[in-house]
Nanobody, 122 residues
Framework: QVQLVESGGGLVQAGGSLRLSCAAS????????VGWFRQAPGKEREFVAA????????LYADSVKGRFAISRDNAKNTVSLQMNSLKPEDTAVYYC???????????????WGQGTQVTVSS
Protein backbone atom coordinates (compact mmCIF):
# COMPACT_ATOMS: atom_id res chain seq x y z
CA GLN A 1 0.00 0.00 0.00
CA VAL A 2 0.89 3.64 -0.41
CA GLN A 3 -0.21 6.29 2.05
CA LEU A 4 -0.57 9.83 0.73
CA VAL A 5 -1.02 13.01 2.75
CA GLU A 6 -1.72 16.35 1.10
CA SER A 7 -1.00 19.75 2.58
CA GLY A 8 -0.78 23.37 1.55
CA GLY A 9 -4.38 24.19 0.82
CA GLY A 10 -6.04 27.36 2.03
CA LEU A 11 -7.85 30.54 1.13
CA VAL A 12 -6.32 32.83 -1.49
CA GLN A 13 -7.51 35.77 -3.55
CA ALA A 14 -7.96 35.47 -7.28
CA GLY A 15 -4.64 35.96 -9.04
CA GLY A 16 -2.71 34.55 -6.11
CA SER A 17 -0.64 31.40 -5.76
CA LEU A 18 -0.57 28.28 -3.64
CA ARG A 19 1.75 25.31 -3.51
CA LEU A 20 0.27 21.94 -2.62
CA SER A 21 2.42 19.11 -1.38
CA CYS A 22 1.78 15.40 -1.09
CA ALA A 23 3.94 13.15 1.07
CA ALA A 24 4.03 9.45 0.27
CA SER A 25 4.94 6.49 2.45
CA UNK A 26 4.74 2.76 2.09
CA UNK A 27 5.80 1.16 -1.16
CA UNK A 28 8.57 2.63 -3.29
CA UNK A 29 7.26 5.96 -4.46
CA UNK A 30 9.37 6.01 -7.62
CA UNK A 31 7.52 2.93 -8.87
CA UNK A 32 4.42 5.01 -9.39
CA UNK A 33 3.23 7.80 -11.60
CA VAL A 34 1.51 10.57 -9.68
CA GLY A 35 -1.52 12.67 -10.36
CA TRP A 36 -3.48 15.57 -8.94
CA PHE A 37 -7.25 15.69 -9.18
CA ARG A 38 -9.84 18.06 -7.79
CA GLN A 39 -13.47 17.94 -6.86
CA ALA A 40 -15.75 20.92 -6.46
CA PRO A 41 -19.07 20.66 -4.60
CA GLY A 42 -21.67 18.91 -6.71
CA LYS A 43 -19.19 18.02 -9.42
CA GLU A 44 -17.27 14.93 -10.37
CA ARG A 45 -13.63 14.54 -9.50
CA GLU A 46 -11.58 15.86 -12.41
CA PHE A 47 -8.04 15.49 -13.62
CA VAL A 48 -5.61 18.35 -13.01
CA ALA A 49 -2.05 17.14 -13.68
CA ALA A 50 0.05 13.99 -13.79
CA UNK A 51 3.72 13.08 -13.94
CA UNK A 52 5.48 9.88 -14.93
CA UNK A 53 7.57 7.78 -12.55
CA UNK A 54 10.87 9.51 -13.26
CA UNK A 55 9.34 12.89 -13.97
CA UNK A 56 10.08 12.84 -17.69
CA UNK A 57 6.49 13.22 -18.85
CA UNK A 58 3.71 15.50 -17.65
CA LEU A 59 0.05 15.94 -18.49
CA TYR A 60 -2.18 18.89 -17.67
CA ALA A 61 -5.86 19.64 -17.96
CA ASP A 62 -6.50 22.40 -20.48
CA SER A 63 -8.04 24.52 -17.75
CA VAL A 64 -4.75 24.71 -15.80
CA LYS A 65 -2.12 24.67 -18.56
CA GLY A 66 0.32 27.50 -18.18
CA ARG A 67 -0.82 28.23 -14.61
CA PHE A 68 -0.13 25.00 -12.69
CA ALA A 69 3.07 22.96 -12.54
CA ILE A 70 3.52 19.47 -11.14
CA SER A 71 6.84 18.29 -9.79
CA ARG A 72 8.16 15.38 -7.76
CA ASP A 73 11.15 14.53 -5.64
CA ASN A 74 11.58 10.77 -5.50
CA ALA A 75 14.36 11.04 -2.94
CA LYS A 76 11.96 12.76 -0.55
CA ASN A 77 8.85 10.83 -1.62
CA THR A 78 6.96 14.02 -2.36
CA VAL A 79 4.97 15.50 -5.20
CA SER A 80 3.98 19.15 -5.47
CA LEU A 81 1.53 21.24 -7.42
CA GLN A 82 2.45 24.89 -7.88
CA MET A 83 -0.69 26.85 -8.67
CA ASN A 84 -0.38 30.38 -10.02
CA SER A 85 -2.89 32.91 -11.32
CA LEU A 86 -5.63 31.18 -9.37
CA LYS A 87 -9.25 31.71 -10.34
CA PRO A 88 -12.46 31.25 -8.34
CA GLU A 89 -13.26 28.25 -10.53
CA ASP A 90 -10.15 26.53 -9.18
CA THR A 91 -11.93 26.22 -5.84
CA ALA A 92 -12.12 22.53 -4.93
CA VAL A 93 -10.73 19.80 -2.76
CA TYR A 94 -7.44 18.71 -4.30
CA TYR A 95 -6.28 15.11 -4.13
CA CYS A 96 -3.01 13.43 -4.99
CA UNK A 97 -2.99 9.86 -6.19
CA UNK A 98 -0.64 7.24 -7.62
CA UNK A 99 -0.98 4.89 -10.56
CA UNK A 100 1.12 2.53 -12.64
CA UNK A 101 1.35 5.12 -15.42
CA UNK A 102 0.58 8.82 -15.84
CA UNK A 103 -3.07 8.84 -16.76
CA UNK A 104 -5.82 11.43 -16.93
CA UNK A 105 -8.40 8.82 -15.86
CA UNK A 106 -9.11 8.75 -12.15
CA UNK A 107 -10.07 5.07 -12.38
CA UNK A 108 -6.44 4.22 -13.17
CA UNK A 109 -5.28 5.52 -9.79
CA UNK A 110 -5.16 3.03 -6.97
CA UNK A 111 -4.18 5.04 -3.91
CA TRP A 112 -5.49 8.44 -2.88
CA GLY A 113 -4.84 11.02 -0.23
CA GLN A 114 -7.55 12.55 1.92
CA GLY A 115 -7.56 15.85 0.05
CA THR A 116 -6.83 19.47 0.88
CA GLN A 117 -9.25 22.36 0.40
CA VAL A 118 -8.35 25.22 -1.93
CA THR A 119 -10.64 28.23 -1.92
CA VAL A 120 -10.11 31.13 -4.30
CA SER A 121 -12.04 34.28 -3.54
CA SER A 122 -13.00 36.79 -6.20
Amino acid sequence: QVQLVESGGGLVQAGGSLRLSCAASGRTFSNYAVGWFRQAPGKEREFVAAMSRRGLFTLYADSVKGRFAISRDNAKNTVSLQMNSLKPEDTAVYYCAVASYHSTNKDDYSYWGQGTQVTVSS
